[in-house]
C-alpha cells in the first residue's frame, strides 16, 4: 500500500484515481497521520443482493398493493418537450 499526503492527493486526484483503477490501495495522511485508505471499489453481484435480502421477511400485501398502485402512476407515453410536432 502506498502513502500519500492529503496535499498530493488532492493536486494529483487523477493520478490517484489511475492507481485504485489498476488495484492498488493508497494510504491518505495528513500531518504524517493516516486519515483515510482509498482502494478499489467492491464489484457488487446478484449474490451480494441475495445475501443481503436473505432472511428478511417477505413483503405483505398491502406493500405489494402500494407498489401495484405506484407502478400504475407511471406513464410509458414519454415525449420530447423539445421536439417540435
Not at 1 to 8: F, L, P, Q
Not at 34 to 48: C, K, M, N, S, V
Not at 57 to 72: H, S, Y
Amino acid at each position: 500500500m502506498s502513502t500519500m499526503s492529503a496535499t498530493e492527493a488532492s493536486r494529483n486526484f487523477s493520478a490517484l484515481l489511475d492507481a485504485v483503477e489498476r488495484g492498488e490501495a493508497i494510504t491518505i495522511t495528513r500531518g504524517n497521520r493516516p486519515i483515510a485508505e482509498i482502494g478499489p471499489a467492491r464489484r457488487r453481484t446478484g449474490r451480494d443482493l441475495r445475501l443481503a435480502l436473505e432472511g428478511l421477511p417477505p413483503l405483505d400485501d398491502a406493500f405489494e398493493a402500494d407498489l401495484a398502485a405506484a407502478r400504475d402512476t407511471v406513464v410509458d407515453d414519454w415525449r420530447d418537450p423539445w421536439h417540435e410536432d
